[in-house]
């Protein structure tokens, strides 16, 4: 079921899945899974006040041990995880001197563990519920200051878990910059960090941090800006032409998140039918968190309508603070009826409590061809290495099969979309056990009125 609406006021998006499974093998229980991605954005007050709130529900590996795709295999390492969140904020404008964002956030994550396959054994405390509030104000100067340049800025989560130690981060800062010309500028930002979790890896450094510097732009599309302090930075920009755009950032921090060397990196470069796109960045933050931001239903233009799927690079959902370093490099490329995409990425994510490590990395692959009007073929190839403290792994995953679309006409227009699909999924692992071979024949039916 899908759910799209716009207004002056506000817009709303749904979609949800109810799936009934049962297998003929084995008990004659059926099992109900929903998954849902829900999304809400309202004015109170036209232009100040908004309210948004997103929801959403999945079904997700517990570990990287057995890696499922969906939940047709019979596979029982996972969760049902559950996302809500309400968010009002403000966005005040005092004239020409400053405009302000001030907002409030309440999001609750839930959690329904079934069996983890590493210690065979049901785990009903693996990750813990929790309740996170956040808050954020700011104030950035307004165009009645001309040469001078400010803003100043808070920004605050508390996450509480039923089990485990609760997650704080918190952080002040505040900026100044003053333009001696159009081509150089100079700044200076200073702040405090305060930020609590469990650790055995002595990540936190807090308290107070500064930067001066300066940034020099001798055109509309290059910049290079260097700060210097225990907080220091290098920033390169080069937007050459409108088809290419890229960002480099390096940091070296001795106060607040991510301390010590990290990478920031965006590039991104348009053809007429082709992208070319690469991200790498580092952060610091929870599982609950990451599960927080997945897409339950995939990338929404992809022109393959699939059912909702596991992600496979998810971390292992334990109750921790995590420093994630990833990249991605996307390519696609679009003909008169094919559309081609193709993608590399690399995790390694650090964690605080279990002072350990794991690593996926891997590459991804589609072609969709539309051959007949309403008749589309698609392929898609996966591969993903996992490096981690159970086992290491490697997993290939091939699919391949057929989607048409009938119009029918039951008393209103309605469409009718069925998908035949092959996969053959393979995993093999150095602990024994986690081997594993799937071959798989599916049918789908869905009605859109």
């Known amino acids: 079921m899908s759910v799209f609406g716009v207004s002056p006021w506000g817009s709303s998006n749904l979609r949800y899945r109810l ?40 079904q997700q590996n517990i570990n990287n041990a057995l890696i499922a795709t969906d939940n047709l295999s019979g596979q029982r390492n996972r969760s049902t995880v559950q996302n809500f ?7 005040p404008r005092f004239g020409q ?60 989560q ?42 055995q890896a002595g990540r936190i450094r807090n308290g107070f941090h500064y930067t001066l510097g300066g940034r020099w ?36 921090k ?10 920031d990196a965006n590039f991104n470069y348009w053809l007429n039918q082709a992208t070319i796109g690469f991200r790498y960045f580092q952060e610091t933050v929870t599982v609950q968190q990451v599960l927080f931001q997945q897409n339950v239903f995939g990338n929404p233009n992809n022109p393959v309508i699939l059912p909702p799927g596991f992600n496979p690079t998810l971390p292992n959902l334990v109750d921790d603070v995590i420093v994630r370093k990833r990249g991605d490099l996307t390519f696609s490329y679009t003909t008169g009826k094919s559309t081609y995409s193709a993608g590399l990425h690399n995790e390694r994510r650090l964690y605080e409590l279990q002072a350990n490590d794991d690593m996926t990395y891997g590459a991804t692959g589609s072609w969709a061809w539309q051959f007949q009007p309403r008749l589309n073929f698609y392929f898609q190839p996966s591969w993903q290495a996992t490096e981690g403290v159970a086992s290491d792994n490697n997993r290939y995953d091939l699919a391949l099969g057929v989607t048409r679309s009938i119009p029918v006409n039951w008393g209103r227009p309605s469409l009718m979309n069925t998908r035949l699909e092959l996969r053959h999924i393979n995993q093999s692992s150095d602990t024994s056990g986690f081997d594993f071979t799937e071959n798989r024949a599916t049918a789908n039916f869905a009605v859109q009125f």
């Open 19 to 58: 799936q009934g499974l049962h297998n003929a093998g084995a008990s004659d229980a059926i099992d109900i899974n929903h998954q849902l991605q829900m999304q809400t954005f309202y004015q109170l007050v036209r232009n100040q006040l908004f309210v948004d709130s997103t929801a959403s529900i999945s």
């Open 85 to 91: 969140s309400i968010s009002p904020f403000w966005t």
């Open 97 to 156: 001197y400053a405009t302000g964002l001030f907002r409030m956030g309440y999001q609750h994550s839930s959690f329904n563990n079934e069996i983890d396959l590493v210690n065979n054994a049901l785990l009903g405390n693996l990750i813990s519920d929790s309740e996170s509030y956040t808050r954020q104000a700011g104030l950035t100067s307004g165009s009645k200051f001309n040469r001078v340049m400010w803003g100043l800025n808070y920004s605050g």
């Open 158 to 199: 508390d996450q509480n878990r039923e089990s485990g130690r609760n997650v704080t981060f918190e952080q002040y800062t505040g900026n100044l910059r003053y333009f001696i010309n159009r081509n150089f500028n100079v700044f200076a930002s200073g702040g405090f960090d305060d930020n609590s979790f469990a650790t």
């Open 217 to 252: 732009q001798p055109s509309l599309w290059y910049s290079l800006e260097v700060g210097l302090g225990n907080n220091s930075h290098v920033t390169l920009v080069a937007n050459p032409s409108t088809r290419l755009s890229s960002t480099i950032t390096y940091r070296y």
């Open 254 to 263: 001795e106060v607040g998140l991510n301390t010590g060397s990290s990478w």
